[in-house]
């Protein structure tokens, strides 16, 4: 079983500070209400912790075949 994470962008971008703009990009959020699927790891959760005010996360098991 592994672990995943489903991560919806809630709020816009404009207005934000590059860095924060930059972080989204990298975890594949380009548009509002747009979700993403990413592994759950150490490395995405401190993106997610730099912008847990413009996203939704949700935590769910994969189970493998």
Known sequence: M???LK???VKSSIGRPGK???V???LGLNKLN???YL???AEIRGM???VSHLVSVEEYEV???
């Open 2 to 4: 592994e672990n995943k």
């Open 7 to 9: 991560i919806t962008l």
């Open 24 to 26: 989204l990009g990298g």
């Open 34 to 36: 747009k979700a993403v």
């Open 20 to 22: 924060q703009k930059k």
């Open 39 to 41: 592994n759950n790891t």
């Open 48 to 50: 997610i912790r730099k």
């Open 63 to 65: 189970n493998g075949v």
